[in-house]
């Protein structure tokens, strides 16, 4: 593809450029048709009420139209969404995405009684129910809702507590009103000397430049206007913070993260985990920094320098061919039928590959059971990032394409391992790149990117894992969360995790106010244990032989058939114990040495 400087039109793009969305419904109106039909078996949802826990046959009966029900809704809703995203401008498209959205709505509003019913039947009929053959593979969805019958109140506080769900929204509501609309950053200096807007978009781009001054003035400017706001932000955190602690007391959880880890079964030692094996290897972190001072020429280091490139950008080019053959070299380890099924797939029409007018930005893959693992890419390939994501999106394609091999019921994974599975592969391709780079310039700059991914991702979110922790204790032993006290948390973390030798800028205490993970908690911990997770793995695949691959691609199978942690201990990792977190510190460590020995920087 060439590069133009207007992009084209939708109608413009050649289909080979495209994804095949047939192989989901022919056309509009074939979707029309298959929304109509979903939409007529909403009445049929009443036909089961009061009937779950007469007969195992009455409760699969339930449980199967459910199923079919959800299904149908999956690819009317991947069609209807991918439409929207390849064009947003695309008027058709947006009204069958809102269409879609207000039968889901009313499909779970329908539905909505199964869970109770199942979890009202006395536990003597249940076993009863559970000990049927007829329940067949439904037993383990069963257990599962059951899990959740101690956390799960009367009829009536149920009903309270869901007509709650709109408030319980608003502090994430009003942090993004502020953060996307209301917050006006002021004006700075570009690279080219302009006075352009600062927005929430450009912040790090501006960080990311060679010029210091321009670095240090979008960094004071930017948390000046978090500073003049500071005491409404903290308030409604501090709402979040309360929404959490309510819900978890209410429903008989020990804690906010308590609550926040059973959906996963996951027990807080893989939390604590986490945070103390980090803790024990930020001298290695410490390392670095000095690395980083040393390479940027810097009396000291602040954090509006670390976002700056360690190695000026190496000139490569992939064609869309060319990305995908790399990509598919990396992956040999994983044996012919994954690479096969992937060159078909990414060579094929699985992908929407260059930016058009109107198209979402980004990248994304979107696996359904009964169609393609899609993937949105903006692909430029002058990138050598883009060739990094459409590995990553790959992954979780590959992901989805494997994990059909469940019955529908459990193909679905866990938001807990979909990161495994595509970092997995950014892994291997940086593995096979850096093994094939023929000069030190383009080595050094896929080590540096390595460290930087590894620092932003299991390093930088540990810290913030630990400070959702600690805000969340303090507000569960029923103590305030003021500006000041979140600061004070803040800063201690900062000076933690920088090492004594960082200047920590006392706006950078701010910075606690501003990611919007945090008002929606709990999230960010996983991000550095499926990194962990995907490092372990490929080195075990990578060092390993048959059993290892197979155990990894059965991991990919697994879908949700099991809880996550049991899927990755078959697969080769524990992440209840401390070794997969310090493995992937001490990786690296490694890297460390071997950028500062590249660099004579020693």
């Not at 690279?191 to 912040?203: K, M, P, Q, V």
């Not at 869309?320 to 990396?330: F, G, P």
């Not at 679905?412 to 310039?441: C, K, P, Q």
């Not at 700059?445 to 930088?460: C, F, K, M, P, Q």
């Amino acid at each position: 593809m060439s590069e133009p400087n207007v992009l084209p039109l939708r109608s413009e793009v050649p289909a080979a450029d495209t994804w095949d969305l047939t192989q989901l419904f022919p056309d509009a109106a074939a979707w029309d048709r298959a929304f109509a039909e979903a939409e007529g078996l909403l009445p049929k949802f009443a036909e089961f009420r009061g009937t779950l826990g007469t007969s195992a046959a009455a409760l699969v009966a339930c449980l199967e139209f459910d199923e079919a029900f959800d299904r149908r809704c999956d690819a009317l809703g991947a069609y209807a969404y991918l439409r929207a995203a390849e064009d947003q401008g695309n008027d058709l498209a947006q009204r069958m995405l809102g269409r879609f959205r207000n039968l889901a709505t009313r499909g779970a509003g329908e539905a909505s009684y199964i869970r109770p019913e199942i979890m009202a039947v006395p536990p003597a009929a249940m076993e009863r129910l559970l000990a049927d053959p007829a329940i067949g593979h439904y037993r383990l969805v069963i257990e599962r809702i059951l899990r959740y019958r101690p956390h799960t109140l009367g009829d009536k506080e149920e009903q309270l507590l869901a007509m709650q769900g709109e408030m319980a929204s608003v502090s994430n509501q009003v942090f993004r009103q502020l953060l996307d609309v209301d917050l006006k950053f002021g004006e700075v200096t570009d690279d080219a000397g302009r006075r352009i807007e600062l927005t929430n978009s450009n912040f790090i781009v501006l960080l990311r430049s060679r010029k210091r001054e321009v670095r240090r003035e979008a960094f004071e400017t930017y948390y000046r206007e978090f500073d003049a706001h500071r005491h409404t932000l903290a308030a409604t955190y501090q709402g979040a913070l309360q929404r959490d602690a309510y819900q978890a007391r209410v429903r008989g959880y020990g804690g906010s993260l308590d609550q926040a880890l059973f959906a996963d079964d996951v027990p807080r030692a893989v939390y604590e985990n986490l945070i103390a094996t980090v803790r024990e290897h930020l001298p290695l972190v410490h390392r670095y920094y000095r690395l980083r001072q040393r390479l940027l020429g810097l009396s000291d280091l602040h954090h509006y320098d670390t976002y700056v490139p360690l190695v000026d950008s190496v000139a490569t080019r992939h064609t869309w061919d060319e990305a995908v053959e790399t990509i598919c070299e990396a992956l040999r380890p994983l044996g012919t039928e994954y690479v096969d099924t992937l060159r078909q797939g990414l060579a094929g029409r699985w992908c929407d590959r260059y930016p058009n007018q109107g198209k979402q930005s980004g990248a994304f893959s979107y696996g359904t059971y009964d169609g393609p693992p899609y993937i949105l890419m903006n692909f430029h390939p002058t990138e050598l990032n883009d060739v990094f994501t459409l590995a990553h999106e790959a992954g979780h394609s590959m992901h989805s394409w494997y994990s059909r091999r469940q019955p529908y019921t459990y193909h679905s994974y866990a938001i807990f391992v979909a990161e495994v599975a595509s970092t997995f592969n950014e892994r291997m391709l940086n593995h096979h790149l850096i093994g094939r780079a023929d000069d030190d310039r383009l080595r050094q700059l896929l080590i540096s990117n390595e460290l930087d991914d590894i620092r932003a991702t299991i390093v930088r979110q540990t810290m913030f894992a630990e400070f959702e922790m600690r805000t969340h204790e303090l507000v569960d032993r029923g103590e305030p969360a003021t500006v000041d006290v979140l600061r004070g948390i803040y800063r201690e973390l900062l000076e933690a995790y920088f090492g004594p030798e960082f200047a920590i800028d006392d706006a950078l205490s701010l910075e606690c106010l501003r990611i919007p993970h945090f008002y929606r908690a709990f999230y960010v911990y996983k991000y550095a244990t499926g990194l962990s997770a995907a490092i372990a793995l490929s080195e075990r695949v990578l060092g390993g032989g048959k059993k290892e691959l197979d155990d990894y691609l059965g991991f990919l199978s697994g879908g949700c058939s099991k809880m996550p942690l049991e899927l990755l201990k078959d697969a080769g990792v524990d992440m209840t114990r401390p070794e997969p977190i310090a493995a992937a510190m001490q990786r690296f460590g490694e890297q460390v040495r071997t950028l500062e020995r590249l660099t004579g920087s020693v």
